[in-house]
């Protein structure tokens, strides 16, 4: 049975942190990198950090020296570390294999950052 239950969004103002967490399903989190996405308002869904079975991560542009995705293999979870938040990383995040193998996406989980 597939799940993703994100958690850990919430209201920060501009510099603050947040840490999201990512419970996924051990039939996901064993065999594929995971990412954390991002959908803020009139925008696509973007992949903004990729976390390798092995722990290899790679970042988007925008969020790099701030953000720092790690997981647990033990707990099949994967966390994202936000700091230094800034307006612009108002969005619903969610987790998912990279790339997304299948239509089902979790609840995602709201960050929203005033300035």
């Known amino acids: 049975q597939v799940h993703l239950v994100e958690s850990g969004g919430g209201l920060v103002q501009d510099g603050g942190s947040l840490r999201l967490s990512c419970a996924a399903s051990?039939?996901?989190?064993?065999?594929?990198?995971m990412g954390w996405y991002r959908r803020a308002p009139g925008n696509q869904r973007e992949l903004v950090a990729r976390?390798?079975?092995?722990?290899?991560?790679t970042y988007v542009d925008s969020v790099k020296g701030r953000f720092t995705i790690s997981r647990d293999n033990a707990k099949n979870t994967v966390y994202l570390q936000m700091n230094s938040l800034k307006p612009e990383d108002t969005a619903v995040y969610y987790c998912?294999?990279?790339?997304?193998?299948?239509?089902?996406w979790g609840q995602g989980t709201q960050v929203t950052v005033s300035s």
């Open positions: 998912n294999t990279v790339p997304v193998y299948s239509t089902y």
């Open positions: 051990a039939s996901m989190f064993s065999v594929y990198d």
């Open positions: 976390i390798s079975r092995g722990g290899t991560t």
